[in-house]
């Protein structure tokens, strides 16, 4: 398939998961079983298309490198088990490394809460020419410490700044870092990996059950799964106050594994096909000492 057929083909794939419009955004109305038209019968053809999707993604992503002008950061945000790792193991598997940085995001540390909470990963953010990854990041203050106030409590804000308008304020401050990110050449793209609570529950019995992933589970997460109405409130609140056209959420299924990465892959290659990247040109000067170190390598044994 040509590149830009596969381009066209990815750019029509992600259409129906893009967040674009805010308002009449609900959680409800995407399904996290969806496969469009594909079925399981369908999975082999799904996976060529992801191996061709890779393939695309490598080649932009060396002239993103080489170009060295635009970043770009990917965000992560799901409940446990929805396969934040496995989609960046699949969809970044042909990338090269050293265009590649990924950061997984947990607990904040004493030094953290020390800081504004978007220091820790304002810290961690791509320079030019590499693609960021974000395993979690500053949306958690949004998510779990909205549906646990006693962690509030920690980030030692002054109180009268912990007002009712709080989630309200930082989806602003969230909204303007990103548009700020975004006119120094950091392009954004977020994911929310939209798992239903019996799959979890699947997946959860697998890792108990498998020993080769006993070391996966916790039982903090089935603690989580108790407030699982509130966090889904939490997300589609969230997702509503930050989709923007500089930085759209996309709401990915995550019941089916394969077409996750299906998925995210056709993003990224949309969003890297967008900004019209370049292997750069080499001035008169620079061509002609090519010419000359041609000639020495070939001259001289």
């Known amino acids: 398939m040509e590149i830009d057929t596969m381009i066209e083909s990815a750019r029509e794939l992600i259409k129906p998961f893009r967040v674009t419009d805010r308002q009449s955004f609900r959680l409800k109305d995407f399904e996290p079983a ?14 060529e298309g992801l191996a061709a999707g890779i393939e695309v993604l490598a080649k932009l992503q060396e002239k993103l490198y080489a170009q060295n002008r635009w970043a770009v950061l990917v965000i ?11 989609v960046i193991k699949h969809v970044m598997s042909g990338v090269n ?10 607990a904040p540390s004493g030094e953290e809460l020390d ?30 410490v909205r549906v646990h106030p006693e962690l509030l409590e920690k980030q030692k804000l002054p109180p009268e700044l912990v007002t009712k ?10 909204r303007k870092f990103e548009r700020y990110l975004t006119r120094n050449g950091i392009v954004i793209r977020k994911f929310y990996l939209h798992l239903s609570k019996k799959e979890q529950k699947k997946r959860f019995l697998e890792r108990i059950d498998k020993l080769e992933k006993n070391w996966k589970f916790s039982m903090n997460d089935v603690h989580e799964r108790e407030h699982w109405d509130e966090y889904m ?8 106050h930050t989709s923007t056209k500089q930085a759209p959420w996309y709401i990915v ?6 077409f996750t990465h299906l998925i995210v892959a056709a993003a990224l290659v949309d969003l890297l096909a967008s900004l019209d990247l370049k292997y750069p040109k080499l001035s008169k000067e620079e061509l002609k000492q090519l010419d000359e170190a041609k000639e020495t390598l070939l001259t001289v044994k």
């Open 115 to 144: 800081h504004d909470y978007l220091w820790r990963c304002a810290r961690r953010l791509p320079e030019r020419g590499i693609i960021g990854l974000f395993n979690r990041s500053y949306y958690e203050e949004t998510l779990v």
């Open 165 to 174: 308008n709080i989630w309200k304020e930082r989806f602003q401050d969230i």
């Open 97 to 106: 490394p050293q265009g590649c940085q990924v950061h997984s995001f947990k």
């Open 233 to 240: 409130e939490a997300y589609e609140d969230m997702i509503r």
């Open 76 to 86: 992560f945000q799901a409940m446990d088990t929805a396969g934040k790792d496995s």
């Open 34 to 47: 969806d496969t469009l038209d594909l079925n399981s019968e369908d999975k082999p053809r799904a996976k």
């Open 253 to 258: 299924p995550a019941d089916n594994k394969w």
